[in-house]
């Protein structure tokens, strides 16, 4: 079964520092890749996807990821990260073929932005 | 946003009793998905629909049931509720199939 790592559980950073978080899948075939945040309170709001062409994507808010095939890894970066980005993000991948319904998530990462 | 809605958003009952969680859609998407979230775990999906009427097991599925009868609503059932079910669950729709996926709101299901 496919299966998606997120290396940080927990991570501050100050403002205007930069931000990489760490994601990992363990299936071998073509997948689609997103990366999902959740500010305290809220629903999930889809930050980013990949499905084909370059791999490296940029979302919104300044958020960018890169697929890197050879390592099965899909990090999130950011150059400058900023108080309002204090939030949960959580990295999903689902198989691209025929009968798979399903998205699989990371387990997330709490990000918190310190003043 | 996506126009989902679930209902209701808070609740709080006692083990033993049935509880029916409400996902409706203004999108007209085709697939629609119920998730549970709780710390330390991520999103687990419970249940999910490919269409009216056609719903298949998640990764977490025991104790839940659900019901499509119309493209934009999709019920989550729990019987019998038992406090281990006590998580915010979230509702989501994609279109096409693998598509991204939107969330609703949550509702924060409380079992006593």
């Known amino acids: 079964a496919q299966s998606v790592s997120q290396h940080n559980h927990h991570v501050i950073l100050s403002e205007a520092a930069s931000l990489e978080l760490g994601c990992n899948y363990s299936y071998g075939g073509t997948v689609n890749l997103f990366w999902y945040v959740q500010y305290p309170g809220q629903h999930l709001q889809l930050l980013l996807k990949?499905?084909?062409?370059?791999?490296l994507v940029k979302g919104i808010k300044g958020f960018e990821a890169e697929f890197i095939k050879s390592k099965f890894s899909f990090n999130l970066r950011k150059p400058s990260v900023q108080w309002s980005d204090t939030a949960e993000y959580f990295c999903a991948v689902t198989l691209s073929g025929a009968g798979s319904y399903q998205l699989t998530f990371g387990k997330g990462t709490k990000l918190s932005v310190i003043p | 946003d996506a126009g989902i809605t679930q209902s209701p958003r808070h609740k709080v009952t006692e083990t033993g009793t049935p509880v029916t969680l409400r996902c409706h859609q203004t999108?007209?998407?085709?697939?629609m998905y119920w998730y549970r979230q709780d710390p330390g775990h991520g999103l687990r999906l419970i249940h999910y629909?490919?269409?009216?009427?056609?719903?298949d097991k998640g990764e977490v599925s025991d104790g839940y049931s659900v019901s499509r009868s119309k493209t934009e609503d999709f019920l989550l059932t729990l019987e019998s509720a038992t406090s281990s079910q006590t998580s915010v669950y979230f509702c989501a729709i994609s279109e096409p199939l693998l598509g991204p996926q939107f969330f609703g709101p949550g509702t924060r299901l409380t079992v006593l």
């Open positions: 990949y499905f084909s062409g370059d791999p």
């Open positions: 629909s490919y269409g009216v009427k056609d719903t």
């Open positions: 999108e007209n998407h085709r697939y």
